[in-house]
């Protein structure tokens, strides 16, 4: 198991100081997010020998991993989960948030489970009820976009099967987002980074959260008493919040911090 450094300590820290106390948030909230296992399905054998679930999980403190994003979270007081079966009404009741982080496509899982209609019609009808989807896709060579459409489009979102922010070695200049904040989502300047991304064309009810170099990178829809986040990359992985990968000035944790914020602040 991949240990973090003194600065990603630090921030873990910092991470759940700020959103508890600063943010005014308690920790017996009784919210859930479920993070998708089945269109991202991988899995790895791990050091006992085992088959394991890797790849934008809680539980996966590697550079692959969901830890330090849980760990914003469970800051917030929200009880993090999985999901390892289809999205059903009843598999998604008593969640709050659910999260789609690209899905498999065959080079990463000889056995991709694709988003079909009825996953599709279910999920749109959990958040028409109040529940809040985020949607992270990712550039075609690392992630299913065509399938994933088919919910994405019901909200007026759409991934473009295109590559952008191509990023090649450490030329990270190339993956620079520079936010201004003052924004919906953003209220603090931040420097981000995404690397290889595909890009989003919106329509009603959907409205654009985030751009540069003409490109729409997030964006964001109500749908009945639900709400919808979509962006363009899965930004918020530990390898881009552990503070080992990346030039000091990107500061990707502290923007999935402002994330969860504008999360939480949308259940109703």
Not at 9 to 37: H, N, P, Q, W
Not at 168 to 176: M, N, P, V, W
Not at 181 to 206: N, R
Not at 207 to 233: C, P, W
């Amino acid at each position: 198991m991949q240990s973090f450094n003194s600065f990603a300590k630090r921030a873990i820290v910092f991470v759940l100081i700020m959103c508890s106390t600063a943010l005014g948030y308690s920790a017996d909230r009784s919210e859930r997010v479920l993070v998708d296992a089945w269109f991202n399905s991988q899995q790895r054998t791990n050091a006992a020998g085992k088959q394991e679930y890797f790849h934008y999980k809680w539980d996966d403190v590697s550079n692959s991993g969901f830890f330090l994003f849980g760990q914003i979270f469970r800051g917030f007081g929200v009880a993090t989960d999985t999901l390892y079966s289809a999205p059903t009404a009843a598999n998604l009741k008593g969640a709050q948030f659910y999260i789609i982080v690209s899905p498999d496509i065959p080079a990463k899982n000889p056995q991709p489970h694709y988003v079909q209609p009825e996953d599709a019609r279910q999920v749109a009808e959990w958040v028409k009820a109040g529940g809040v989807l985020v949607l992270m896709a990712n550039d075609p060579a690392n992630g299913e976009i065509e399938h994933l459409d088919l919910l994405a489009d019901v909200f007026g979102i759409h991934f473009n099967p295109v590559l952008s922010h191509h990023v090649i070695g450490k030329a990270h200049d190339t993956g620079r987002i520079p936010v201004a904040g003052s924004g919906p989502l953003f209220h603090y300047p931040h420097t981000l980074f995404m690397k290889d991304t595909c890009t989003i064309s919106i329509k009603g009810p959907a409205a654009s959260l985030l751009q540069d170099r003409g490109d729409i990178l997030m964006a964001s829809a109500k749908y009945g008493k639900g709400t919808v986040f979509a962006v363009a990359d899965p930004w918020v992985y530990n390898e881009y919040t552990n503070g080992q990968n990346l030039p000091p000035e990107y500061d990707n944790l502290a923007g999935a911090v402002e994330l969860v914020n504008w999360l939480v602040k949308q259940v109703q």
